[in-house]
């Protein structure tokens, strides 16, 4: 098995989704250069601009920089997240990879962080569900602790269950087990059903010749099969990688959390352009309302329900009904520029739904009762049905969006940066 068909295994994890951060959030690896932006991204900015009280200097942290450099970014590529909320660990992996590159001087290109080893071992040590969302920080906090995992170790692990089989046979454990609860009466009845599931699902491992230190415990079986079908087949054979690989120690600094909600979109603005001077040179992450992306310019942003809290405005179907999931997500600020069409200071976001700017076939080929599951977030089942990702009001490359910074920062809520 080669290498460029491993990374393209690799996406089988990473594929499109939105994600959804815990209330408290205040805070893949490949990339396919056949896809190309939906709309052109020439360079429409100017170099030492001003919006009115904020900076708009132009920078970009995935190219080379005036003094010939690297950017921290150059070597980072692009995550495609995968079906599960992990977009703060995606961050987190990126965040980690850039301070390596950009401060350590780390000339191990070929190695970036593997996202799935990041959720899930921070999962093993605070309790978090890792795959319905968590905070920046402490998944960042935890590879300063605990260390970090090659995404190619990890991918060369996933490469052993490409087949359609072992998709089948996990999709028929799944379906027996909900079929034999559903006739049982008891919380003992079912939880004993929920063991069986486990014992059996590990020992169809065992019979595929997967190692013990490689095998998800009877405990993550069972959580596992608490979610839809098709988080339960991915979930499996994400716990049986996760520890696939060397482990290499990390130096990063502290990560440090800081909570924009309470704080009105213009002073958001100005304390996002005081923290990227600050820390020149480095990604920022954000916490945010991701319908910004594809609702675009006239997307209200994040409020503040007195009732339930903070919220994003819901993303609306094709008949006006708001579709389920509560938008939060996580990405990256890596650049600023001046668009000149518009006259409008713009942040470059790091996205975390792959290189495409269009649309992007499915990465597996499901079976017909997985392609509708509504575990499928927004962006895949866009993809899934040919329709755009992103809002023609944005510029897209290669997975990186070109947003207005006026209409960003209504929808961001929180901020997290390295602070040494």
Avoid at 161 to 171: C, R, Y
């Amino acid at each position: 098995m080669n290498r460029n068909k491993i990374l393209i295994l690799f996406t089988l994890f990473m594929s499109l989704n939105a994600c959804q951060p815990k209330k408290s959030s205040n805070g893949s690896s490949t990339i396919d250069a056949s896809n190309t932006p939906n709309q052109p991204s020439s360079p429409t900015h100017a170099e030492n601009s001003n919006h009115g009280d904020s900076d708009c200097t132009y920078f970009r942290l995935d190219e080379k920089q005036k003094d010939g450099s690297d950017g921290s970014m150059v070597n980072v590529p692009v995550r495609d997240q995968g079906p599960f909320g992990i977009c703060y660990g995606e961050v987190a992996s990126q965040l980690n990879d850039a301070y390596r590159f950009g401060v350590l001087n780390d000339t191990s290109f070929h190695r970036h962080t593997a996202v799935l080893s990041t959720v899930i071992g921070e999962n093993e040590t605070t309790g978090n569900d890792p795959y319905n969302g968590g905070t920046i920080c402490a998944a960042t906090n935890y590879i300063k602790e605990a260390g970090y995992r090659d995404a190619f170790s990890v991918a060369k692990c996933i490469e052993r269950d490409e087949s359609k089989e072992v998709v089948l046979t996990l999709s028929k454990y799944y379906d027996d087990y909900y079929t034999d609860i559903g006739k049982l009466g008891t919380s003992a009845e079912k939880s004993a059903r929920k063991q069986v599931l486990a014992q059996d699902v590990i020992s169809w491992l065992i019979a595929k010749g997967v190692p013990s230190d490689e095998q998800p415990t009877a405990d993550d079986i069972m959580y596992v099969a608490g979610l839809r079908k098709l988080r339960f087949i991915w979930g499996i054979e994400a716990f049986q990688c996760f520890k696939a690989g060397e482990l290499f120690q990390s130096n990063l600094p502290q990560c440090k959390p800081e909570d924009l909600s309470v704080k009105a979109a213009p002073d958001r603005r100005q304390q996002i352009d005081a923290l990227l001077i600050q820390h020149r040179g480095q990604p920022l992450g954000i916490s945010y309302c991701d319908q910004v992306l594809t609702e675009g310019v006239n997307y209200p942003g994040a409020i503040i329900d007195s009732q339930t809290g903070l919220k994003c405005t819901p993303r609306l179907d094709a008949s006006g009904k708001p579709m389920s999931g509560n938008g939060r997500h996580a990405s990256m600020i890596i650049g600023r520029r001046k668009n000149t069409a518009n006259n409008k200071c713009q942040y470059l976001v790091r996205n975390s739904w792959g290189s495409s700017c269009d649309t992007t076939p499915p990465h597996i080929t499901l079976p017909p009762d997985l392609l509708n599951d509504p575990a499928l977030p927004f962006s895949y089942r866009a993809s899934v049905n040919k329709k755009s990702i992103y809002s023609p009001d944005w510029d897209c490359d290669k997975g990186n969006i070109w947003v207005d910074a006026d209409v960003l920062t209504k929808s961001i809520y929180g901020v997290s940066y390295l602070k040494p």
